[in-house]
Each structure stands twice: as structure tokens, then as C-alpha cells.
């Protein structure tokens, strides 16, 4: 029980006859770094604000950090970071003010205060920005402040929303260098993202779509358990080939990447290469067809977009 | 929750977000710039423009008589101050084109008879026109309607008057001494209520809650931390007025200082607490600012600094009794003009507590750590 950073069960929260967030299990282990991956509106929000003790769930338990939720919620803030999905330090504080600031508000013991303040300006590389004001920092250096700022006070759970998606790859992999090097120490970081090569990153991931957990694992135990095989089709027209892919019953998903198609087909499915070929070539369309081990996205077409196939039509 | 050491950091958690209000305020120019220069400009603006008695209206005369009484009648009126001649007509008709094209706003006629009218007093001897538009104008011209003809020759005139008016308090009827100490509860009005709605409601908009409701600070320390440094904005902005007030137009401090601050703290206090109310419904800083001013208008109407009170219809008496800044400018009016002190005027204190008592509970009530 103490090995889990977060467990919950049956975890579930209703605005009014919208169902957000139904009826989820999970088990995170502490130290690790954990992704919510899901698209726009799924739940991954409110079942962090659920976790936070911001919001009641309907139904259902949650238990964090051995502290049960909703109702241990001021006790746990102190031992909760957050950092969210936009910048939301003050843009008119320098970024000592702005670090010294969270101090307070965490009631770090005085003395402290100027230790930790330049231990984080030091492992962020804030060092030489420390008299500037936060709201003319670039977007990755905004990013690092808000890193320190949420880890100041050495939180045991750190909640991520959205972090990186308005950072350049160099900083996001800097950043997430920063959470491995936290997660080392013993944090345990919950991630919400909708960004595939940083949902590769997280140890363990949970794929949510539509409020429910769909799937959930390591992202090489995702993609090798994926309920479906995927086919790598190479073809001098791949719209058109998609196209002629999409009417047939036993192809549950085509993705156009660039010249290339991956086509999701149902897993018993029989001799998927040589069936592909044959529909490719009745509509006149040369193609080289081959499987091919699944990557994340995928997974995450296959488990987010199985279940309503009239939806992934539209969506197609 | 544990004690004393949970006090401590709840103190400790209110003075953090008291100091990076300041910081924020001292770096917003132009928020800084309205602490000083809105009462600045206001007691300036108010003080000169704002006078109720009016003087040098620009009058016309058509003189029929041409009587040595006639032109005495001309001559009493401008000694008045309250009309300047400044064109003459040959008729009535020529002051009605006068008036009409806005070149004057009182039209003194005198009809050939003028004599035979103002020895009999049968009729009245001489006509004012004025330009009806502006209520204000009515009553100068009433008064002047009344002016007695100090002439030898007409008996009528040297009757003594039936009252006699003495004006207490204000006697040469200045009306900055009037508008100045009132000027500090519509100036407090407008910037408390303002700053208050504005400071929460912008930490909302940029974001800043969202990472606020997950720490361990709780409303009541969010919405203490930042309402003190307004409370020391507001005191500063009376003292401004003050001491403009004093310098430019003579306004006396009749009552002792500490009753002035104590009765502008409550009423600092009343606004504060509608300010938080407003931000707790406004959801960006625009509806924040649309909201402050349509609390405004009706006190600056209905609170007796521009309307005599008692004047006013029974209705707008019982609203203008709901807002703060009637209670405010009849105890700051009190203390300065008459000497009174604060423990005299309970009528118009106890209003102001309960204003804010019930404000700040509305406030708290409503105000929701959620993002929503």
C-alpha cells in the first residue's frame, strides 16, 4: 500500500449528465515518472484536480500519498507540487521574488529560504536571471522557473498539466532531464500530456479517452500488447491509398505519415500483407506492404479510437 | 489547525502576498500613477469646476425704459456677480435670438412702463429670460427674480425682508468647502473599490490562481494579503485630498484628525469589501471595471455630493441609504465642516460596519479557490 504514490478506485466524477472521469483504477508507484496521455476534453484534468483534492469525485476512492482524497486535501498540499499547463508565476516579479515568494507560501523555515532559493537557481540554470522579471523569460527558461518554483519545497508528488508543449526540443529534453534527475530523488511526477515523444519518456503510462482508462502499462509493454497489427504501407499515392484502405470491415484505422501509411487491422486478422497488397492493387495503386512493430501512437489510436467506430469515421 | 505554529504561517503566508501586491503596485505605472493623480487631478478638477454658485452668467438686456431707474436695476444685477452684461437687444424678440443662439443665458427685459410698474407693484415691473435647459440656472434667476431694487424712490423696495438667511458653516458659500471633504469618499469610491475588484480579478485572468489554489494558502489569507496595501492607498489618498484640499481652497479641519481617518478607515474598509464582491463575480479585469463603475455612478448621484439629499425624490433616498459613500460624506462633512464627532454621527457609522460585514461575507462566501 505504501508503494503507491496514487490509488484509486472506481474513481469517478459527473458534471451534471456529462460523465468527465468514470470509474478509473490506478496504482502508481512511488519515484516514478507517470503519464496521463489522452486528447482534449478525455478527463486527464479533472481526474488531476480529483487527485489534488480541488475537486470531489462523485464516486469512488482516492488514496495519495497514503493521505485519502478529498478529505486530507490541506494536509497533502504542502506535500504537492504543481506546475501548470500555462505560466502562472507572476510576470511582474523578478525571478528571485517569485522563488522567494513560493518559499513563503510553503512556510519554508526562514533561514532556508535563501539556501534553497539559490540551490534551485543553481540546478535550473536560473542563476544568471535571477534579478530579471519572470514575464521577459523565454519559454524554456519560463518553464525551468516554474520547475523550481513547484519543487521548491521538495514535494514528495509533483502533478504536471501539459508541460512542454509550448517549449522547442531542446528544452523539453532538458526539462525532461530535470524530471528523471527528481524522479532519482524519490519524487513521484505525474505528467499530462498529449505529446507522443514525451509520453515515450514516462515509465509507466495510462492512455485515457473519454473518461475511462483504456490502457495502461509501460509504453514498450503498450506497444507490444497492441490489439491490433500495424502494417506499413509505402505508396506513390497514399491518399488515395487510404482512401481504398477505409472501406474495408477488418481495418480499424489508417495514418497518413508523409508518403507512408500505418493501417490498424483487427488482430485476427489472417495474412494481413498479402490482403492489403490485393486491395491496393484492385485500385490500381503499386504498393510495398509490410508489419511492422506498433509505436505509441498507435496505441493510442487503437485503444482511444476502437470502441466508437461511427466516431473514427467522422473523425477520418 | 495545529496552534500557534499554524497562525505563524498563516501570518507569514498573508504578509507574502501583501509585499508582492506592493512590489506588483510600485512596478504598474500606471496603477501607481492613479494613486497619486487620480485625487490630485479630481480635487483640482472638482474643486475649480464644481460651483454651484453660479456667477458671471452671461445676460443680455433690452432696455425699453431707458429710466435712470431702469439702468440702476441693470446696474444692481451686475453688482450681484451673478450676470455679466455682455449684449444688449433692441427688443424682446431680439434677447429671445440671443438665447436661442446660445450667446447668453439670462435675458434681463424691461419694458417701456418699467417705472409706472415698479411704483404701483401691481405687475411684475421686469422680465427674466432664461435659457431653461439647465436646472441650475432656474434657481439663480429665481433669486435674482427676488432681488430687492435698493431705490430711493420706490417705498416697496426698502421693505425689510421677511427672513433673514445666514449661511453657518460655509458663509461665503464656497462650494469646494463643501466638495472637497466629499471628494475623498468619491475618490475612495472609485480607486478602493477598483484596485480590490481589479487585483483578484487579474491574478484569475493571468493565471495565477490556478497555481495559488494548490498551495497552502486559503481565501481568507489571499483575500487578507491583498486588501491590506489598499488600505494604506486609501489612507494616502486622504491625506492627498486633505491636504489639497487645505492648500488650494481653505478646506477647514473643524473636527480632530484621528475621527477623519477612523471614519475614512471604515469607509475604506465598506469598499474593499464591494470591491472583493465584484471580483468574485467578474470573470476578466473589463467586467471588473464595468462593474466598479456602475456601483459608482448611483453613489456619486444618489450619496448627497451632488444633489442635496432631502431634495431628493423618497425612492432614490432609500438607495442612496444602501451605499457607503452617503454615510461617508455626511461623516466626513461632520468632522471637517461642523466639528462633529464620530460618536455623534452612530447613525451613519453603524451603516458602514454592516456594509462591510455583509460584503466581505458575501465575498468569502462566494469567493471559490476553483478554476470554474
Known amino acids: ?316 | 489547525m495545529k496552534g500557534w505554529p499554524a497562525v505563524l504561517d498563516s501570518l507569514r503566508r498573508i504578509r507574502a502576498i501583501a509585499g508582492k501586491e506592493v512590489r506588483q503596485l510600485l512596478r504598474d505605472k500606471l496603477t501607481f500613477g492613479m494613486i497619486v493623480g487620480v485625487p490630485l487631478l479630481q480635487v483640482i478638477l472638482f474643486g475649480y469646476a464644481i460651483n454651484t454658485d453660479v456667477r458671471h452668467l452671461r445676460a443680455g438686456v433690452a432696455d425699453l425704459a431707458q429710466t435712470q431707474l431702469s439702468r440702476d436695476l441693470v446696474a444692481e444685477a451686475e453688482a450681484s456677480q451673478v450676470v455679466d452684461v455682455v449684449a444688449a437687444a433692441p427688443s424682446a424678440q431680439g434677447l429671445e435670438e440671443l438665447l436661442k443662439d446660445g450667446k447668453i443665458s439670462v435675458g434681463i427685459y424691461i419694458p417701456p412702463d418699467f417705472d409706472r410698474r415698479a411704483a404701483t407693484g401691481s405687475q411684475p415691473a421686469a422680465q427674466l429670460m432664461i435659457d431653461g435647459g439647465d436646472p441650475t440656472l432656474f434657481g439663480v434667476a429665481q433669486g435674482l427674480a427676488q432681488m430687492p431694487l435698493v431705490t430711493r424712490d420706490v417705498p416697496q423696495a426698502s421693505k425689510a425682508p421677511l427672513f433673514e438667511l445666514r449661511n453657518y458653516y460655509n458663509p461665503e458659500r464656497r462650494s469646494a468647502v463643501d466638495i472637497v471633504p466629499a471628494l475623498i469618499g468619491v475618490i475612495l469610491t472609485l480607486t478602493m473599490v477598483l484596485f480590490t475588484a481589479v487585483a483578484i480579478v487579474r491574478e484569475r485572468e493571468r493565471g495565477n490562481l490556478e497555481l495559488l489554489i494548490t498551495t497552502p494558502v486559503s481565501n481568507f489569507e489571499l483575500m487578507v494579503g491583498k486588501i491590506w496595501p489598499y488600505i494604506l492607498i486609501g489612507l494616502i489618498q486622504v491625506s492627498i485630498v486633505l491636504f489639497l484640499g487645505w492648500l488650494l481652497f481653505s478646506v477647514p479641519v473643524a473636527g480632530s484628525l484621528l475621527d477623519l481617518y477612523l471614519a475614512a478607515l471604515l469607509f475604506i474598509a465598506a469598499s474593499l469589501g464591494l470591491g472583493l464582491l465584484i471580483s468574485t463575480f467578474a470573470k476578466t479585469q473589463f467586467q471588473a471595471m464595468q462593474l466598479t463603475i456602475f456601483t459608482f455612478l448611483p453613489s456619486i448621484l444618489l450619496s448627497g455630493f451632488m444633489f442635496p439629499f432631502d431634495g431628493m425624490p423618497k425612492v432614490a433616498q432609500w438607495i442612496g441609504q444602501l451605499l457607503p459613500l452617503t454615510h461617508f460624506v455626511r461623516l466626513v462633512r461632520g468632522v471637517l465642516l461642523r466639528g462633529a464627532d464620530l460618536g455623534g454621527m452612530w447613525v451613519d457609522v453603524w451603516p458602514l460596519l454592516v456594509f462591510f460585514a455583509l460584503a466581505m461575507t458575501l465575498a468569502v462566501l462566494k469567493f471559490h479557490k476553483r478554476l470554474d
Open chain 1, 1 to 316: 500500500m505504501a508503494d503507491y504514490a496514487i490509488e484509486t478506485q472506481g474513481l469517478t466524477r459527473r458534471f451534471g449528465a456529462f460523465t468527465a472521469v468514470d470509474g478509473v483504477d490506478l496504482a502508481i508507484p512511488r519515484g516514478r515518472v507517470y503519464g496521463f496521455l489522452g486528447p482534449n476534453g478525455a478527463g486527464k484534468s479533472t481526474t488531476i484536480r480529483m487527485l489534488c483534492g480541488l475537486l470531489e469525485p462523485s464516486a469512488g476512492s482516492a488514496t495519495v500519498l497514503g493521505h485519502e482524497m478529498p478529505r486530507d486535501a490541506e494536509v497533502l498540499r504542502r506535500k504537492l507540487g504543481y506546475m501548470t499547463q500555462n505560466f502562472s508565476l507572476y510576470a511582474d516579479l523578478t525571478v528571485r521574488e517569485n522563488l522567494e515568494f513560493m518559499a513563503e507560501i510553503f512556510s519554508l523555515p526562514r533561514r532556508a529560504v535563501r539556501e534553497r532559493v539559490r540551490v534551485a537557481a543553481e540546478r535550473y540554470f536560473l542563476v544568471d536571471l535571477l534579478h530579471q522579471r519572470a514575464g521577459t523569460l523565454s519559454g524554456g527558461q519560463k518553464q525551468r522557473l516554474a520547475l523550481a518554483a513547484a519543487t521548491l519545497h521538495a514535494p514528495e508528488l509533483l502533478f504536471l498539466d501539459e508541460p512542454t508543449s509550448a517549449v522547442d526540443p531542446q528544452s523539453r529534453r532538458d526539462f525532461w532531464d530535470c524530471l528523471f534527475e527528481l524522479a532519482a530523488a524519490g519524487t513521484t511526477i505525474l505528467v499530462s500530456t498529449h505529446l507522443m515523444d514525451e509520453a515515450e519518456r514516462c515509465h509507466g503510462l495510462a492512455i485515457i479517452s473519454r473518461g475511462k482508462l483504456v490502457a495502461e502499462g509501460t509504453p514498450k509493454a503498450l506497444m507490444e500488447g497492441i490489439d491490433a497489427r500495424v502494417l506499413e504501407v509505402e505508396t506513390p499515392d497514399p491518399h488515395k491509398a487510404s482512401l481504398a484502405l477505409r472501406g474495408e470491415p477488418y481495418i480499424k484505422s489508417v495514418t497518413q505519415l508523409g508518403t507512408r501509411l500505418h493501417a490498424l487491422l483487427k488482430k485476427d486478422t489472417p495474412a494481413p500483407v498479402k490482403k492489403l497488397t490485393e486491395v491496393l492493387h484492385r485500385a490500381g495503386l503499386e504498393a510495398q506492404v509490410q508489419e511492422t512493430p506498433a509505436n505509441l501512437e498507435d496505441v493510442f489510436v487503437a485503444s482511444t479510437s476502437f470502441e466508437g467506430d461511427e466516431r473514427v469515421a467522422r473523425r477520418a
